[in-house]
């Protein structure tokens, strides 16, 4: 997960997620929109960032990456289909920030560095694009390293340092500068994030989550009908990249939550205030977002629950696999079981409306518990207790 916008867009825009992982910082009020302009009717953007034969395929907002991005990603982004490719305005935008990211702990791209240009589009709309690898001449660099501050996730430290920018203005296809650090090392993304103060996305209990949660959108619905076809169908799951994206939103979402339902996000007992950096004591219980209407996932941040992404297939009957706004604190317990291949299940049960209790259980060389009755199935001392 790319940086987080400083501000949200327009009159209303407060501080919001620092980085990689949103790491929470201090509010404050953001700067109109391009040159204050009322936002008028789509579309915004008519030019792509990136060239669609530099592009391998684009992940949808709300994407489920545990346990570094346990949560629901605030952004999308683009995997480039090679290093050094160039990056243009996709639209009349106006930069208010420039990020420098340095790695200074790493364990894959220590010293690296990094760029992230934060723009407006309209008084409401706003957004960025991360992890670029160099910016087009004319484009302020924030090479004094002033603003600076550093923060940690769950296995980098790093330094951003964020200049301000007062009324720098790009059209439809200026240069921006490249992205695509490196083939060999897998850092070939560029994110690309859209927030729109007009939309409310909706949490259980919003005060877990950093403000660009609440306004992130699909930047692709914004682009003319032409880019925004291919770039809809060119959405993958980068772990599955030959599966075809298909159900809907074929874009994703950040709405995962259902009250008084497994699904949504939850965080282990004695977890409080907002997310910062690291993810791994929270869980999400969602829709598969590249296959919504066929498949859940479940991105597990503990590593007492196996830190990573199970993807299952989606039943509205029986207790295995079943969707989880289905499981309600009904007093029996569900299993939830992958490929073979894994030898893992999970056992899960609603204590109470705002309270889940999961258990992993694995099974090399034996069948998953799933396949036993439901009578056979009990959490012990090994369960992680988690709330809303």
Known sequence: MGPQPRRAPGRAAHLGALTVVLAGVACDSGPAGLAGEECGPLPYFTVSPVAPEDVALIVVIGGLGAPGHTLPTAH??????????????????????????TYVSSPTREGERDYAL???VCEDVGG?????????????????????ETYSTSDETVEACTLEVDGFRLEPGDPVGTGGLSAERGFLGLDFGLLDERVTNFYVSPS??????????????????????WMLAAIRDPARPSEAASGEPRCGTMEVDVAGTAKGVWAEQG???????????????????YDPQQRLALSLGPTTLGARVAIVP?????RVN????????????YCYTDSPAFATSWLLTMPSATSLTVQL????????????SPTAWQLGAAAVQLVR
């Open 76 to 101: 999308s982004g683009l995997m480039l289909a090679r290093e050094a490719a160039p990056v243009a305005s996709p639209g009349r935008i106006q930069i208010d920030e420039v990020r420098r990211v």
């Open 118 to 120: 934060f723009f407006s």
């Open 128 to 148: 960025w694009l991360g992890h670029l690898t160099s910016l087009a001449p004319g484009i302020p660099d924030n090479a004094g390293g002033s603003g600076c």
């Open 208 to 229: 877990r989550h950093p403000s660009p949660s609440f306004r992130a959108v699909c930047p692709y619905e914004y682009f003319d009908d032409a880019n925004r076809a």
């Open 271 to 289: 977890v409080t205030g907002q997310v910062q950096g690291d993810e791994t004591r929270y869980i999400t219980l969602a829709d598969y977002p």
């Open 314 to 318: 989606r039943e509205t009957a029986g």
């Open 322 to 333: 079943r969707a989880f706004e289905q499981v309600t604190a009904d007093g029996l317990v």
């Open 361 to 372: 259980v694995q099974h090399p060389g034996a069948p998953s518990p799933c396949d036993s």
